[in-house]
């Protein structure tokens, strides 16, 4: 069965996503942060990519995600608010290049 790139990079875009949940979660005190590469454990290729910035203006948290895999990418963008040490998702969207 033919694997689908583009949704294995959207799947791990999501992943990645995820991750930036989890982080703000543990720790929302930072304003900016940067994951580096991800790579997702039972899959040999591909990988995520994820920054999360603190906008100043509307209080939120923006995450940047990009799954890459096999030269196929796809990047998803989420904003979060933080409540009582909780994340809440506020929009999700794909980004188009």
Request: net charge negative; aromatic share 8%; glycine share 10%.
């Amino acid at each position: 069965m033919a694997v689908n790139r583009g949704e294995q990079a959207f799947e791990l875009a999501e992943a990645g996503i995820e991750v930036a949940k989890a982080h703000l979660a543990n720790d929302s005190r930072s304003a900016d942060w940067s994951s580096g590469e991800l790579h997702m454990a039972g899959m040999g290729e591909g990988s995520a990519t994820v920054t999360v910035e603190y906008e100043d203006e509307s209080g939120s948290f923006e995450a940047v995600s990009t799954g890459e895999y096999r030269q196929t990418n796809r990047k998803i963008e989420a904003t979060f608010s933080v409540e009582e040490g909780k994340p809440k998702l506020l929009s999700w969207r794909e980004l188009y290049e």
